[in-house]
């Protein structure tokens, strides 16, 4: 079962505008990653943020977590059309050291209009 | 380094088939995980091993199994296939901290099997 939603399911914006999805999340969580996916591709890893941290930036992304209401969000500054994709949180609920197992959330579907 | 490498990509089987896929790890990652992917459940998750272990398993039958060898490629195989098996199969790898208390293993995926089921 997945473990959360991500708000919205889909999204249109202008190019050079800034894209934010959110995820939510149903338990205690190690930590929350954050993926992009191209029609038909696999799973690109964009960004990693701990539980016990609550900001992370990495190059236009940003992501915060709030783990009082197991949420996340991912900003994406200055889009561009390369960043027309599906964006998935996954979070690592297994608190016991090396178990890797992802539990995805429904994934936003970016479309970035030139 | 390179990726994550699956094989093959593209593949269409018959039901009652069987279909083995492939996984070739990052270099030094000993932990590969599978997950399925289709537009009604997403992306679930199959299993995961280390070490030639299975460690995790997750909500699927017996006719999906898999395996990891010494070098920590890895297969599985999905037996008596069904219309319901066609999916995207990602498989994923990620570098194990040594630490016992390390909780930041970033996952890597492959580009993915495409099964078609007929």
């Known amino acids: 079962s997945q473990q959360g939603e991500e708000d919205p399911q889909a999204l249109s914006i202008q190019e050079g505008e800034n894209a934010t999805m959110n995820c939510s999340y149903k338990t205690s969580i190690n930590n929350l990653q954050w993926y992009r996916q191209n029609s038909g591709r696999g799973l690109v890893h964009l960004i990693l943020i701990r539980s016990n941290e609550r900001e992370k930036h990495s190059g236009r992304l940003r992501v915060t977590l709030d783990t009082s209401k197991k949420s996340s969000s991912l900003l994406i500054t200055a889009s561009r059309a390369a960043d027309t994709a599906s964006y998935f949180c996954a979070t690592d609920e297994d608190r016991n050291f090396g178990n890797e197992k992802l539990t995805f959330g429904t994934g936003t579907r970016l479309t970035i209009i030139p | 380094k390179a990726g994550v490498t699956q094989t093959p990509r593209y593949l269409i089987k018959t039901r009652g088939q069987q279909v083995t896929l492939s996984c070739s790890p990052i270099s030094g990652h000993r932990s590969v995980s599978w997950y399925q992917q289709t537009p009604g459940q997403g992306l679930q998750f199959l299993f995961e091993y280390f070490s030639e272990t299975q460690r995790n398993k997750g909500n699927f039958p017996g006719r999906f199994s898999g395996r990891q060898f010494s070098n920590s490629r890895s297969e599985m195989n999905v037996s008596t296939l069904e219309l319901g098996d066609s999916a995207l199969y990602l498989c994923?790898?990620?570098?194990?901290?040594?630490?016992?208390?390390?909780?930041?293993?970033?996952?890597?995926f492959g580009e993915g099997s495409w099964l078609t089921v007929v």
């Open positions: 994923a790898s990620s570098p194990q901290g040594v630490e016992a208390n390390d909780s930041g293993n970033t996952i890597y």
